[in-house]
């Protein structure tokens, strides 16, 4: 009889207190999760070298070597390690240090129930990409794992009570780049506005702080990744599926009365199905390349190659990165398992049902990648939901987008 390795969690903090306060309210842990508790970065490092380990909780300002230099040591030697800051005092130019190194950042005093169940959904997370080479790629990289500043500007503004809209649309106005992009896109067919929108103001008024958020991370992974042709990718039909991805997904929540969230969800979910190629895209150019030959000449989709070549999907990488950026486990999901539904039995409903549905339909009509098929619905997820009927309604919202958009 085998065991199941416990998952190693190091916590690494200078004040004794605080690591003994933390093995104590962890303590209901120890069935699930190795933990080890040390004084300073140098022992950090140390434990490490012996070590295999799954996740790494650091206080920010400590004596020697502080959090985000900890952090750097760790990226740089043990890049599949998950980092977390935990810390309260630390100072503004420790924070921006550790901006591309920690996937996580929580405040002190901190919850148990919250560093849990963060701990345990960078677990989940890691646990979608079982490849190592490609885990370590995507907890490597510098620039994607860090949101946008305009998207943590929009945030922060969101947390200030009673902010208006107009104040969100002043601070997009800023970033002069993104407000030409937002209005090309808010312009587009795909929204149906049915006037033309001038200002960032406006297009904040129409789309709702939700969508806009979408539109920021998509325009910010397209901006990250300038060398797609290598992979034989192309910016502009990418930029069009995910768009009709994007419309068709909300649009088919709608037509099933799902909640103004779960619509937003969809949206947002769709917006970034495909942010994982992007991601391989600009880092294993000539893997890719080669799934992408393989789907071609033999007409099916990239998922079939894509395990054999490189060891995970392109949907889990994107999962796994929107993942560390903080984005909700329902966005996660449905990004992660869009091209076939879940392996699992009793599905839910959710953003991941029209996710699904949104870009194997859309895939009908405008392809990611010209020359290779999109992937199919999965017919048995789709009727264990009690969804199937409704497939011919939702392929005629799908039809009459495209045509719109044309």
């Keep these: 009889m085998t065991s199941t390795r416990l998952h190693r969690i190091l916590f690494v903090d200078d004040e004794p207190m605080v690591l003994r306060g933390l093995e104590r309210s962890l303590s209901e842990q120890t069935d699930v999760w190795d933990m080890t508790f040390v004084h ?15 996740v790494i909780v650091t206080d920010m300002l400590m004596p ?25 005092h630390a100072d503004h130019d420790l924070v921006m240090q550790c901006v591309g190194t920690a996937h996580q950042y929580l405040s002190k005093p901190c919850e148990p129930a919250l560093l849990i169940s963060t701990i345990e959904r960078l677990l989940a997370l890691q646990s979608m990409v079982q490849s190592d080479p490609v885990r370590n790629l995507v907890a490597r990289l510098n620039r994607l794992p860090s949101r946008p ?12 009570p009673r902010t208006e809209l107009a104040h969100i649309g002043m601070i997009v106005q800023e970033d002069i780049a993104m407000t030409a992009k937002l209005l090309k896109l808010v312009n587009s067919a795909f929204f149906g506005i049915g006037h033309s929108i001038s200002t960032a103001n406006e297009a904040v008024q129409y789309l709702g702080v939700d969508i806009l958020k979408a539109l920021v991370l998509s325009v910010h992974v397209f901006e990250c990744c300038p060398h797609l042709e290598k992979a034989g990718l192309h910016s502009e039909s990418m930029s069009r599926q995910a768009t009709l991805t994007a419309a068709a997904a909300k649009a088919i929540a709608h037509t099933e009365r799902w909640s103004p969230a779960a619509q937003e969800e969809a949206f947002t979910a769709g917006l970034l199905h495909n942010c994982g190629l992007l991601v391989l895209a600009e880092n294993m150019p000539e893997q890719l390349a ?22 995970a999907t392109h949907g889990q990488v994107g999962g796994y990165l929107l993942g560390l950026w903080g984005l909700p486990h329902p966005i996660v999901e449905a990004v992660a398992l869009h091209t076939a ?7 839910e409903p959710g953003p991941l049902a029209v996710v699904h549905a949104a870009h194997a339909l859309a895939g009908e009509h405008l392809r990611t990648i010209p020359g290779v098929p999109t992937s199919g619905l999965n017919l048995d997820y789709l009727r264990a939901l009690g969804l199937d009927a409704r497939i011919p309604a939702w392929r005629d919202c799908v039809s009459d987008l495209a045509v719109a958009a044309r």
């Design 290 to 311: 080669r799934v992408i030959e393989l789907a071609r000449a033999q007409s099916l989709p990239l998922g079939r190659f894509e395990q054999e070549v490189y060891g």
């Design 341 to 347: 539904g879940p392996p699992w039995s009793n599905p």
């Design 149 to 160: 500043d305009l998207y943590g500007k929009i945030l922060a503004a969101l947390a200030t």
């Design 64 to 88: 020697g070597m502080n959090g985000a230099q900890l952090l750097n040591e760790v990226v740089r030697s043990y890049p599949g390690v998950t980092r977390v800051v935990l810390s309260g």
């Design 40 to 54: 300073r970065g140098e022992d950090a490092l140390a434990f490490l070298d012996r070590e295999t380990c799954d």
